[in-house]
């Protein structure tokens, strides 16, 4: 059009339907194509910004802030990559003492044979790492390997008589909760379980009686449960006045050992054990006992070999809260707990069971008697 003295106006076009319909089309096409930011995304910074700088700083922060799944994710993959890392150190020095014994001319089939049984399952553990099937490395296993290494560190001519193998380090590490089958029970083994189901204990006789029971079956996984559980179940009965001679440290320990560290991989026996350790530590006067028989060590091996399985981690926790209870304040079994790696032990099992909230919440009610005096 034009106006006074024949100058060209420009007129806008006047807005049909059509032109919101386009206009959507047009930001629905950029988001898909990652050209566009999410409005909600914009509204939320432009109402921030509106409000100060100090908001909008705040609504960004949210933004990046890693959500709790990705920080325990974050925190699984950099123990794995750790204890990649020291795996393979540890199997180029078992290469390097191998051939330095080559060099000097040494024959010790009996060391390449050690140092083989070490190798093979540095490779496996490598491999069960790659696959996340481990989450990282136990602080007896490393602690282990150092000292067998150690040996010799200052060359490869050792003493055969003196040597320590150290083959026990590995027990528990390689066989996963999941993949871990009992062997079938025999029909001796069989009639035991049924035996220790109804076992009665009335003098001291009777305690010797069981721990005899339970070793003329110590290869039987289902015997050693039903043992232990029993032996919990009969220092409950104890607490409730039950007149019972013989349950003593120096009479039950042994049996509560062997059966533990016997079947370490097995999460049947090891729940029933920290009942039996819990019973025990709850006995008046034992505690002392049970702690210089290493009782608190072996709950915190048998935790650290099964804190993937939620039942054993509830009786672990447990069996540390009677123990610290029974210890009181200032006391040596409590100063023993500590440098055992209780409170290690069951921060592990939090980290890895972080979504179950019950759980969590009873170790959090456990560690401040076990941390302050």
């Not at 319909?21 to 999410?38: E, F, W």
């Not at 910004?49 to 799944?69: D, F, H, L, M, W």
């Not at 009942?275 to 290493?294: C, E, F, I, N, Y």
């Amino acid at each position: 059009s034009f106006g006074a003295g024949g100058q060209r106006l420009f007129v806008a076009p006047r807005p049909t339907l059509v032109d919101p319909l386009l206009s959507a089309l047009r930001v629905r096409s950029g988001l898909a194509m990652g050209k566009a930011k999410p409005v909600t995304t914009s509204k939320a910074k432009a109402k921030a910004s509106s409000k100060g700088p100090e908001t909008e700083a705040a609504v960004e922060e949210a933004e990046v802030q890693p959500t709790a799944e990705q920080i325990e994710a974050r925190r699984i993959y950099t123990q794995r990559r750790d204890a990649t890392k020291w795996a393979k150190e540890k199997i180029d020095v078992v290469h390097a003492q191998v051939q330095e014994s080559k060099k000097k001319g040494l024959s010790f089939d009996w060391l390449s044979m050690a140092h083989d049984f070490h190798e093979v399952r540095l490779t496996r553990f490598v491999k069960r790492l790659d696959e996340k099937t481990l989450d990282g490395v136990l602080d007896s296993l490393r602690e282990g390997l150092e000292a067998y290494l150690t040996q010799c560190a200052s060359g490869p001519d050792v003493d055969k008589d003196g040597f320590d193998y150290h083959r026990t380090i590995w027990d528990g590490v390689l066989q996963d909760g999941s993949a871990y089958s009992r062997k079938p029970e025999t029909p001796e083994s069989a009639a035991a379980i049924e035996k220790l189901k109804t076992w009665t204990v009335a003098k001291e006789a009777d305690v010797t009686a069981l721990v005899g029971e339970m070793a003329t079956h110590s290869a039987s996984a289902g015997v050693q449960e039903a043992g232990l559980t029993k032996i919990g179940g009969l220092f409950s009965q104890q607490r409730e006045g039950a007149d019972m001679t013989g349950m003593t440290c120096e009479a039950l320990m042994p049996a509560i050992e062997r059966g533990m560290r016997e079947h370490m991989v097995d999460p049947g026996v090891q729940r029933s054990g920290q009942a039996a350790l819990r019973g025990l530590s709850m006995a008046p006067g034992q505690l002392g006992l049970m702690r210089d028989a290493k009782g608190i060590d072996l709950a915190v091996e048998s935790l650290l070999a099964q804190y993937q399985d939620k039942e054993v981690c509830q009786a672990a926790n447990g069996n540390f809260s009677a123990m610290a209870h029974a210890a009181g304040k200032n006391s040596p079994e409590l100063a023993t707990m500590r440098a055992a790696g209780v409170v290690e032990a069951l921060c592990k099992v939090m980290g890895h069971h972080a979504w179950d909230q019950t759980l969590c919440g009873k170790i959090r009610v456990t560690l401040p008697f076990i941390q302050e005096d």
